[in-house]
């Protein structure tokens, strides 16, 4: 099956500064949607994004699907964005394979 | 307010003891699934749902079930059978993809 790595696995910042996290796929997806877990573990969309680039505010995400890896981009970090990001991705409208995530501490 | 709701958010189970989960939802999507999380990791499926008196098992169905008698809920049912059920729960619903979530059920041995 697919196998989802996202890297850095830990990630800590200073407030203000920006960050770039990224996820590979071992094989091609037709679906990808970034997530973040709060402290509460509340999962909340960020992007759909099986391909090209999207912008919402400070978070853009950019996927490359012919090689097979996106990128979600933070800019001017606050506090508020602490907490894991996960990737996940699948070959199928149906089915989702996530990543172990990057946990994200930004301090003020 | 449209959303997926999941109770309790937090459930205890004594050995033996089969649980039950809940999920509901009200975003009229096709699709529901429930997924497991352990502590410092990723989301794994459990089972899913495409439409209604079907549907399918996860990567790690063993020691659960599920039921979908209506579009709007998806029940899953810890069995004793699940030796290490111990995780946060989490219910989404799609149509196709994105895929939304709910809030969460933790479910802990006592």
Redesign the interface.
Known sequence: ?IQ?EQSPPDLILQEGANSTLRCNFSDSVN?L?W?HQNP????I?LF?I?SGTKQNGRLSATTVATERYSLLYISSSQTTDSGVY?C?GGDS?????????TRLLVRP | DGGITQSPKYLFRKEGQNVTLSCEQNLNHD?MYW?RQDP??????IY?S?IVNDFQK??IAEGYSVSREKKESFPLTVTSAQKNPTA?Y?CASGN??????G??T?LSIL
């Open positions: 099956g989802v679906n949607q997530f509460w573990g509340q999962l969309n759909y099986p996960f996940a409208s149906y089915k989702l394979i996530f990543g172990s995530g | 699709a997924y410092g990791q990723g989301l794994r499926l899913y495409q996860g990567d946060f989490l196709g993809q994105p895929q939304h979530f809030d969460g933790r």
